[in-house]
């Protein structure tokens, strides 16, 4: 874990032989110089697994299914067919207008052989002009009557090609509600697709925080029951509009890599980093010691008289975040305490300490 602001020493302490008529031992610990950094707000938040995509499928038209070929749980890709419906009548009313625009088609075709034909005779005046004037509207309207039954064609071709249900998108059923031989309507759900990728984190967060977002990024969050695994995330979006019931505002959160267990639907703990707008006395969370009785101790380093040795000194604790605690009264910015090998330690022993620039 990283400390920005506070100067870390690591320093190496070795077991020596305790002086003549020094009977306590010398124990190897690890300090750090106290300094000062921002104070945060670290606020924990619940939040939930949202898909960007997330659709109750409907059919196109009505009608009786008579096939399912996906049920909840399965994946599916995009494209992939997932519900089928009685289309018998669909497809005669298909053929019937495919022969209805070949019939037009053929008409047509007549005609303008009739009108050519009719044209190469005029100039002879083998035949009137008014009927070759006739076979000009009769060219109009066959052609008219071609593009009417091509229409007609191409939405009963639509009509059938919407007995069949596909996936709008690749994901997992989450839920089926028909089963075969039911008659379904267009409007009604018959399954819910959800997409298992670019997945997010939605929380609400109480509005007397949101000023507290301006410059924040950053996030961290763990999911279900698993609190100790924690994973980066950043801050995707921020909807500053109230909910006058509940007084929070949605942020939604996005992780930095994808975590291969996260699904939608799953509960999530959010961790953010708020400013304060103050600076204090910061120091790592490993060196504070807490008791039963209330003590908060921390152990600094001590060189008066010529001897390191280590005093055990009372603190007052502010807000923690990120790892740290920022200390309110009994500690200054400058002294040293110990971060690790504090846990039995007694007041005046000594620790043999190398010799660090500064130290």
């Known amino acids: 874990m990283r400390f920005p602001s506070i100067l870390i020493i690591a320093v190496s302490f070795a077991f020596v032989g305790a002086p003549k008529g020094y009977a306590q031992p010398v124990a ?7 300094a000062t950094d921002t104070i945060r707000e670290s606020v924990q938040l619940s939040g939930t697994v949202t898909a960007e995509r997330d659709a109750a499928l409907s059919v ?21 067919q997932l519900l089928e419906l009685d289309a018998e009548l669909a497809t ?12 037009s088609e053929r008409a047509l075709a007549d005609a303008r052989r009739r009108l050519e034909e009719a044209r190469k005779l005029a100039p ?8 070759v004037k006739g076979l000009e509207a009769e060219v109009l309207e066959d052609e008219a009557a071609v593009r009417q039954a091509q229409a007609d064609a191409s939405y009963q071709r639509g009509i059938l090609e919407r007995h069949t249900l596909n996936a709008p998108f690749a994901g997992v059923i989450s839920a089926r509600y028909v089963n075969p031989g039911e008659w379904v309507t267009p409007g009604t759900a018959v399954m819910d697709l ?20 301006d410059g924040l990024n950053s996030a961290q969050f763990s999911l279900g029951s698993n609190r100790e695994e924690m994973y980066l995330a950043r801050i995707s979006a921020i909807v500053p509009v109230s909910d006058p019931t509940s007084r929070t505002a949605l942020v939604r959160i996005v992780p930095q890599e994808a975590v291969e267990h996260m699904r939608p639907g799953m509960s999530a703990r959010v961790i953010l980093q708020l400013e304060t707008g103050r600076n204090g006395v910061v120091i790592p969370r490993d060196a504070v010691l807490r008791f039963a009785d209330g003590r908060v101790v921390v152990w ?20 923690m975040f990120d790892g740290k605690v920022e200390i309110v009264n009994g500690l200054a ?11 039995a330690l ?4 000594r620790v043999n300490v190398a010799p660090l620039a500064g130290f």
Not at 333 to 343: D, H, L, P, Q
């Open 333 to 343: 910015a400058g002294e040293f305490v110990i971060v690790r090998g504090n846990e």
């Open 300 to 319: 600094v380093v001590d060189q008066a008289a010529g001897l390191t040795e280590v005093e055990e000194r009372r603190v007052d604790t502010g807000r």
């Open 60 to 80: 196109a038209i009505s009608g009786l299914v008579s096939s399912l070929q996906a049920d909840a749980g399965d994946v599916v890709e995009r494209g992939d």
């Open 124 to 131: 002879q005046q083998s035949i009137a002009e008014t009927v």
């Open 194 to 213: 959800v997409s298992i990728q670019r997945l997010r984190i939605d929380v609400q967060l109480p509005e007397d925080n949101l000023t507290q977002l």
């Open 92 to 103: 005669y009313q298909s053929q019937a207008a495919e022969a209805a625009m070949l019939q």
């Open 346 to 349: 007694r007041s005046g022993q």
């Open 28 to 34: 190897p610990v690890e300090v750090i110089q106290v």
